[in-house]
């Protein structure tokens, strides 16, 4: 690990409780793995792939709207803050914040290593006078963050949809877990993916030039990398749908025929047709998110949206 991130993680505890989170996912009834696992270093890549893709709206009409009101935004978050990122990713987002924001200190919270160190070492060039931390870690679980032991208004920022990946009842822990670690004088910004209708949802997770299907076939192959499995990629086929009463995207992998995979000692079988359920992405109203934020111990104080009303960026103030 570069001495510009850190990592609290060995290398050897990563792959045993990947190991464990594919063992208990591929036992279930409905065979599932966590989306947190699509962002390796490849994954990463493909996930940025999707960022520039025509069909997948979400990151230009956050950009556009993180542009369009970034004065208003700033004056929310407040100058001079301490600012987090959770699941920051390339930071693009962030450039236009940390111009708009000017914190005190920005820490930048990721799961995928490589993603960060690409990020914070871009960021350092720009940006050579803030106080920049990259920290590779799973945001789900309690971190200690080091720039948030002052006494600077502390400020969340947790863009992307990334929230949606998460169930609403993840999503209320994560907040209320945010909640805690911001303080009373703290806040949020957090992007949030509209409900629209489906077909503009459908073929943001349906790209016709099938890289949204590569990074979800990609979780397969970092298994074959990682944990020494034989799945044969050739045998599973992308699949994502949005299912209207749950108001979410399904992303699942097919299996084309009855097989066997190996990984490490264990052996699953699948049927033809059975599918791995890899990826939620939960879709909000205004007034359901309003609704998760305050149960999650947070108000929405101020919501920005873009020009087409695609998404939402909310900003959300200790309740
Ligand atoms: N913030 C960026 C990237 C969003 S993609 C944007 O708005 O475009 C989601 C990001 O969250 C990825 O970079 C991924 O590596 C990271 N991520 C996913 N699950 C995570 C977890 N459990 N802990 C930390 N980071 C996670
Ligand atoms: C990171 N996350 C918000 C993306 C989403 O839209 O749910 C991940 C993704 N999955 C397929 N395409 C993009």
Redesign the pocket.
């Known amino acids: 690990m570069s001495p510009e991130v850190a990592d609290s993680r060995s290398e050897l505890d990563l792959i045993d409780s990947f190991l464990q989170d594919v063992v208990a996912g591929l036992s279930l009834p409905q065979k599932a793995l966590?989306?947190?696992y699509?962002?390796d270093a490849p994954?990463?890549k493909l996930?940025e792939k999707i960022?520039r893709l025509p069909e997948y709206y979400?990151?230009r009409a956050?950009l556009s709207l993180t542009r369009k009101n970034l004065s208003s935004i700033a004056r929310f978050a407040g100058k001079g803050c301490d600012l987090l990122?959770?699941?920051?990713?390339?930071?693009?987002?962030?450039r236009l914040l940390l111009r708009g924001v000017r914190p005190s200190a920005y820490v930048a919270?990721?799961?995928?290593p490589a993603?960060?160190l690409g990020a914070v070492r871009k960021l350092s060039r720009a940006f050579p006078k803030l106080s920049i931390t990259g920290l590779?870690?799973?945001?789900?679980?309690p971190l200690k963050i080091p720039a948030f032991e002052g006494r600077r208004r502390r400020v969340v920022?947790?863009?992307?949809?990334?929230i949606g990946?998460l169930s609403p009842q993840e999503a209320q822990a994560f907040l209320r877990m945010t909640r805690g670690q911001v303080g009373p004088r703290g806040a949020m910004l957090v992007?949030v993916d509209l409900k629209k209708d489906a077909t503009v949802l459908h073929a943001a997770y349906n790209d016709s030039r099938g890289v949204t299907a590569a990074f979800n076939l990609n979780l397969l192959a970092r298994i074959n990398r990682e944990l020494g499995g034989d799945f044969d990629l050739r045998a599973w086929r992308h699949y994502a749908f949005y299912n209207a009463p749950l108001g979410r995207i399904e992303m699942h992998l097919v299996s084309l025929k009855k097989q066997v995979v190996d990984i490490a000692l264990h052996r699953f079988t699948l049927a033809a047709g059975e599918t791995i359920h890899t990826e939620n992405s939960y879709k909000y109203s205004m007034e359901e998110f309003r609704a998760l934020a305050a149960l999650g111990g947070f108000a929405a104080r101020k919501v920005w949206t873009d020009r087409k009303g695609l998404f939402a960026l909310f900003g959300l103030e200790a309740a």
């Open positions: 966590p989306p947190k699509f962002y994954g990463s996930f960022c979400l990151t956050e990122e959770y699941g920051s990713g390339e930071s693009v987002k962030t919270v990721d799961i995928s993603a960060l590779a870690g799973d945001f789900s679980r920022y947790f863009p992307g949809s990334t990946n992007g």
